[in-house]
């Protein structure tokens, strides 16, 4: 279940109202933060 209604990565373009730095996504990314799929999001490289 979503904490809130968006999340976003820190320096992003996103509109929030949450931002987040890297972390760990487990099960589905409701947010679209693990572009690479590889579990790990909002990362910078």
């Known amino acids: ?7 976003d990565c ?5 509109d929030g109202p949450v931002y987040v730095g ?3 996504v487990i099960g589905p990314d409701e947010y679209g933060l ?4 590889d579990g ?3 990362e910078t490289s």
Do not use: A, L, N
């Open 22 to 24: 890297r972390v760990r």
């Open 1 to 7: 279940m979503p904490i809130t209604s968006d999340v």
């Open 40 to 42: 790990i999001g909002c």
């Open 10 to 14: 820190e320096g992003g373009s996103g």
């Open 34 to 37: 693990d572009h690479d799929s």
